[in-house]
């Protein structure tokens, strides 16, 4: 059975940091794109970062450029998300995800429906 579970959310300062994790199970998710995405309270679900399986390419949302890293290592079947110079704007439920199949060509999707497995999501929240 294939998991994604996230971990690393919590309560941080406007300014702060965190850093989040996605643990991966029952599949190899080496070759597999993945991203992480985020739903505010009354919002729709949106685009954070994803990255290629093969690391080489990755894609951020441009409200996060410059402030977040997302990150793999194929060893541990884990992805991160460093999340620097928190703002309230980014509270959220955050969302680790993976494609259905693998990708050799280092194509990244920023389109939630390009994702079939993913994680029950880890609270951020970001006070003033």
């Known amino acids: 059975q294939v998991q994604l579970v996230e971990s690393g959310g919590g309560l941080v300062q406007a300014g702060g940091s965190l850093r989040l994790s996605c643990a991966a199970s029952g599949r190899t998710f080496s070759n597999y794109a993945m991203g992480w995405f985020r739903q505010a309270p009354g919002k729709e679900r949106e685009f954070v970062a994803a990255?290629?399986?093969?690391?080489?390419?990755?894609a951020y949302a441009d409200s996060v450029k410059g402030r977040f890293t997302i990150s793999r290592d194929n060893a541990y079947n884990t992805m991160y998300l460093q999340m620097n110079s928190l703002k309230p704007e980014d509270t959220a439920v955050y969302y680790c995800?993976?494609?259905?199949?693998?990708?050799?060509?280092?194509?990244?999707?920023?389109?939630?429906?390009?994702?079939?497995?993913w994680g029950q999501g880890t609270q951020v929240t970001v006070s003033s």
């Open positions: 990255i290629s399986g093969s690391r080489t390419s990755t």
């Open positions: 995800a993976a494609s259905r199949t693998p990708d050799y060509y280092g194509t990244v999707y920023r389109q939630s429906n390009r994702y079939y497995y």
